[in-house]
């Protein structure tokens, strides 16, 4: 390429640097964060050739500057962070950091190193909305708990029954608890009858009976808060339920609109074949994974990217395996929940953790290597465009002969 460019992202504005072939600065400039900006960035690099001919390096590979660049037809090049760090004495003897000197760097790197790096795919429209989805949902879920964790030290201190009586502080059930009941006070004359016609009221599936549910309410000790503190605190958790609810409920709506959405998909299908991936799960997976079947070459760069695989040092004598850090850690924390279900439907799974167990790995451990079994053939089924069928998988057919025999 004649060209080569570098894009130093902010919040407001970027600043952008194009280098020639033999790393002179060809071009220099910084742009708004909005559609001017946009436009006089593509007037300018008009100038020096065809989008085509320009191939873009960025550290952060999506948002509304990365739609703009590939919309414009120019080739987007994601280059890590660590990268770029590991990169940085090249340029500079002193610590110094600038935006235009990263956007240099970033446009020298891809003139020098362009072979190393892919350019940017983007996935489908219903990959992106799933994607949107999934990590919304999560995100929404992280804080769901902490808000319950706030609740339930807040009752703990001045009313531990109310955050004992159900099993879980942010349910539902318990979350209407709270909102009709926020004090001892107001729970006073709360009998099994009265319990009984609030369960019926609030759909509860009757797990515990009314007299068990009360038993656990009276069993917890006594909060010692005087009578304002706990009418204080008991209106600060009716309004921390009241929050909560409204999260419970939005997250439940997502999680439907997301389960829908994956069994649509044909690959969803595809990761909703393997044993007790369940559709959310697979949703996180395939909102990861995404459609774009050169993403992964091969089934070690989607190991290393799920983070299931460890990283080695070897020099010289020693050597050494550790934890791997720089990775995906949506698709890691997506993959390893489908492992740790699927031991529980597959014998084979179950077999592979076990003899990891046995070799003295401990749970994580051996659930990263379940993982990274089970990602070999997740990425055959991915490239193939074929559901997971147990009876073509030679090692659980294998194990299944010798358990038979």
């Known amino acids: 390429m004649p060209f080569s460019a570098g894009l ?5 504005g970027h600043a952008i640097c194009v280098v020639d072939e033999k790393g002179a600065v060809a071009l220099r400039l910084e742009i708004t964060h909005d559609v001017a900006g946009f436009a006089d960035l593509r007037k300018k690099l008009g100038r020096l050739a065809s989008a085509k001919d320009i191939p873009i390096a960025i550290e952060r590979p999506s948002g509304l500057i990365v739609d703009a660049l590939v919309e414009a037809g120019h080739p987007v090049v994601p280059i890590h962070p660590n990268v770029v760090k590991a ?25 020098t190193d362009g072979h190393r790096f892919r350019s940017l795919e983007p996935c489908s429209d219903a ?65 099994e009858k009265r319990l009984r016609a609030f369960l019926a009221r609030h759909s509860y599936p009757n797990r515990r009976t009314p007299a068990e549910l009360l038993a656990r309410l009276r069993s917890a000790p006594t909060g010692l808060a005087g009578k304002a503190e706990a009418e204080a605190k ?25 389960e829908q959405a994956v069994a649509d998909m044909d690959d ?21 994974l995404g459609d774009v079947r050169d993403s992964f070459l091969t089934a070690d760069q989607l190991a290393a990217e799920a983070g299931v695989c460890p990283v080695t040092h070897a020099s010289g004598k020693s050597r050494g395996v550790i934890f791997r850090w720089a990775c995906n850690h949506r698709l890691r924390t997506a993959v390893t929940c489908f492992a740790d279900n699927s031991r529980h439907a597959s014998p084979w799974a179950a077999d592979v953790y076990k003899r990891a167990r046995e070799r003295g790995c401990d749970h994580p451990h051996a659930i990263r290597i379940l993982a990274r079994a089970w990602i070999r053939i997740l990425w055959r089924a991915w490239k193939d465009g074929k559901e997971y069928d147990q009876t073509l998988h ?4 294998s194990l299944n002969q010798a358990l038979a025999a």
């Open 8 to 12: 130093d992202w902010g919040s407001t």
């Open 87 to 111: 990169c940085r004495p090249r340029y500079r003897a002193a610590g110094g950091k600038s935006d235009p000197g990263d956007a240099y760097m970033l446009a020298d790197i891809l003139r």
């Open 127 to 191: 990959i992106k909305a799933l994607r949107a989805l999934v990590r919304g949902r999560d995100d929404l879920v992280i804080q769901r708990g902490a808000m319950a964790n706030r609740l339930r030290s807040l009752l703990e201190s001045f009313w531990p029954g109310a955050a004992a009586i159900f099993a879980d502080v942010h349910s539902p059930i318990a979350l209407a608890f709270v909102q009709r009941y926020p004090t001892p006070e107001s729970a006073a004359c709360l009998g």
């Open 234 to 258: 008991g209106k600060m958790a009716q309004a921390l339920a009241t929050v909560l609810a409204t999260l419970v409920t939005e997250i439940a709506e997502i999680s439907d609109h997301i």
């Open 268 to 288: 969803g299908r595809i990761i909703m074949s393997f044993p007790r991936a369940g559709r959310i799960c697979a949703a996180q997976i395939l909102a990861e």
């Open 394 to 397: 030679s090692a659980a057919i």
